[in-house]
């Protein structure tokens, strides 16, 4: 399955929005939407909070560019919905332990491939 990115990012804001679709990428219906917070704000601890939503656009219930797919691909995106909770999930717990050693280990949170 080929997936299509477009991340859209507001430093000001403290925003991330990454727009992406399955198959093809003129449509990015799929758009994860994300916001940083400073967690002295809100919890009054040192740090940032990261609030992430995802809505159920109609197109999780019917693939709207049936003829984009790979023949021999049977699941649909919308399939893994009741899914898409504990995957976020682990996916906010891998990049907590990895922003949180690269903190302790006075790394820089951005790596130096990102920057080049």
């Avoid at 080929?2 to 929005?17: G, K, L, N, Q, S």
Wanted: hydrophobic share 40%; charged share 20%; aromatic share 14%.
């Amino acid at each position: 399955t080929e997936i299509y990115t477009r991340t859209v990012a507001h430093p000001a804001a403290m925003t991330v929005d990454y727009h992406c679709a399955w198959d093809q990428g003129k449509h990015l219906w799929m758009v994860y939407l994300m916001r940083v917070v400073d967690a002295r704000t809100v919890l009054d601890v040192d740090g940032s909070v990261v609030l992430w939503t995802n809505c159920h656009h109609p197109f999780y219930d019917d693939n709207p560019y049936p003829e984009t797919a790979p023949a021999d691909r049977v699941p649909w995106v919308g399939d893994f919905w009741d899914m898409f909770a504990a995957g976020h999930q682990l996916e906010m717990s891998n990049l907590k332990a990895i922003c949180e050693y690269r903190w302790a280990n006075d790394l820089p949170v951005t790596p130096t491939w990102m920057s080049e």
